[in-house]
């Protein structure tokens, strides 16, 4: 436990000191007070770091056990992984294979990271090094893995794990002749970040993208401006969402899905959505406006905790839907900004969830449903369907727009006909000439009303409007 920054006039080291040893459950004599500007107790910070971090731990095994931690892609090497050798000894021009992904490949170079690479010819147990195989299939590495010699049969190092994703987003670029590009960028950043997930996705309206899961909004949001600063790509990305746990009553089996255009057309089922361990930290001040603003989002306050008299910790249960989007913006709006959030997956169960579908001239559009709470049915279908009264062009006969749950209409707005002036050109006169005209008009457009029968082309700039986040 390091404090820092102890040089500047409004420090509060004390107030600090004490706030920590709360938090960490440290004693206050373990903390170490540091100014790197003023070279304060940095060489006794360096020691303690030295002193505490304990070394390899070499167990002499024959077989090579090495751990990758970290790649990145050469457009000449291929993929380098980053590699911490737990047993044996790894040399040059040794054929290797990856247990996770079975993958067999040659080392071409390896060597030591001084931060700069440094070809050797072997990295021993309980170093630390590179390696480049010439491996050019982004999938075939991953971190996590373990590498062994292609002759061997050791045993993968305990941990590894497929990442499991709990938010999720789609991503589609702008222009459909960057798809290609967006799949290699994807792949390339998960060399060095694992627990990104995506697969290919279709949609009528937006093209081909992907299919994205992240461990957060937080992971989200870089993920997003990894893909605009390192590869230059501009994306359309629809809301986040979360996994529903699906449960049909016939037959009792449990699906997973990602939005509401997946949920089973002609089954009952039960749908079940993630909760989650929320911590707020606050200082007091601030407590009515974090207990109202939860409230409104379902949240369940399960303890609180005071750490000193300026710092509160508040503990609620609160389904992970709700502050995916912009909880934590409304948040630091609340409390100044002085408040900062942590959470942790619990489980599933079960909710008072349903379907809102959204009609256009009577047809159902499954891009725009949404799965909801039911105290939030009414207020969101109203919002959507003014939304989409605003954004959708006049067509020649009045549209209407409906959102349905539960088989019954429970908001409606209708988007008004294009209209043209038929009497213009008449001047003077009796007004039953231009009534006339208005009567026939309005037979024209019931006429193509039910001959189109009521079909009505979405442009692709709606759908962007309405999905993307």
Request: hydrophobic fraction near 40%; aromatic fraction near 8%.
């Amino acid at each position: 436990p390091v404090i820092n920054k102890i040089d500047l006039p409004n420090a509060r080291i004390e107030e600090v000191e004490n706030e920590l040893a709360a938090l960490t459950q440290v004693k206050k004599e373990d903390i170490i007070k540091i100014s790197a500007k003023n070279n304060i107790n940095i060489e006794k910070l360096l020691i303690e770091i030295i002193k505490r971090t304990p070394p390899p731990t070499i167990k002499k095994k024959p077989q090579l056990q090495a751990l990758i931690f970290d790649s990145f892609y050469d457009k000449f090497k291929g993929v380098i992984a980053y590699v911490r050798v737990f047993e044996g000894t790894l040399k040059i021009n040794e054929k290797i294979k990856f247990l996770g992904t079975k993958a067999v490949g040659e080392v071409l170079e390896l060597g030591y990271l001084k931060p700069e690479l440094k070809p050797e010819k072997e990295i021993k147990s309980g170093e630390i090094g590179y390696l480049a195989t010439g491996i050019k299939d982004l999938s075939k590495i991953k971190i996590g893995d373990t590498i062994t010699h292609l002759n061997e049969s050791a045993e993968p190092l305990a941990g590894y794990e497929e990442p499991k994703p709990v938010v999720f987003a789609s991503f589609y670029p702008i222009n459909a002749d960057e798809f290609e590009l967006l799949r290699q960028s994807l792949f390339k950043i998960k060399l060095s970040d694992a627990s990104l997930y995506f697969e290919p996705e279709t949609s009528e309206a937006l093209g081909r993208g992907f299919r994205c899961g992240f461990l957060g909004l937080l992971h989200l949001d870089i993920i997003q401006e990894r893909l605009k600063r390192e590869f230059g790509l501009n994306l359309i990305i629809t809301t986040p969402s979360v996994r529903y746990k699906i449960k049909l009553q016939q037959s009792n089996e449990e699906i997973l899905i990602h939005s509401a255009s997946e949920l089973p057309k002609n089954e009952k089922y039960e749908i079940y959505e993630p909760w989650i361990k929320l911590e707020i930290l606050c200082p007091p001040e601030y407590l009515s406006n974090i207990i109202k603003l939860v409230e409104n989002y379902r949240g369940k306050l399960k303890e609180t905790l005071s750490i000193t008299e300026h710092l509160l910790i508040l503990k609620y249960e609160i389904p992970l839907a709700e502050i995916i989007v912009d909880f934590y913006d409304k948040l630091k709006n609340a409390t100044s900004g002085f408040a900062s959030m942590n959470y942790e997956i619990l489980e599933y169960r079960k909710g008072n969830l349903f379907k809102l579908d959204i009609l256009i001239a009577g047809k159902i559009i499954e891009p725009f449903a949404r799965i909801l709470p039911e105290n939030k049915l009414y207020s969101e279908s109203k919002k959507l369907v003014l939304k989409l009264k605003e954004i959708m062009p006049p067509q020649l006969f009045p549209v209407a727009i409906q959102a349905m749950t539960k088989n019954r209409i429970i908001a409606r707005e209708t988007k008004k006909a294009l209209k043209k002036d038929v009497t213009g050109y008449l001047y003077g006169g009796d007004r039953t000439r231009k009534m006339k005209l208005w009567e026939k008009q309005k037979e024209g457009k019931k006429k193509l009303k039910e001959l189109g029968k009521g079909k009505v082309n979405i442009p692709p700039k709606v759908f962007f409007e309405m999905l993307k986040r």
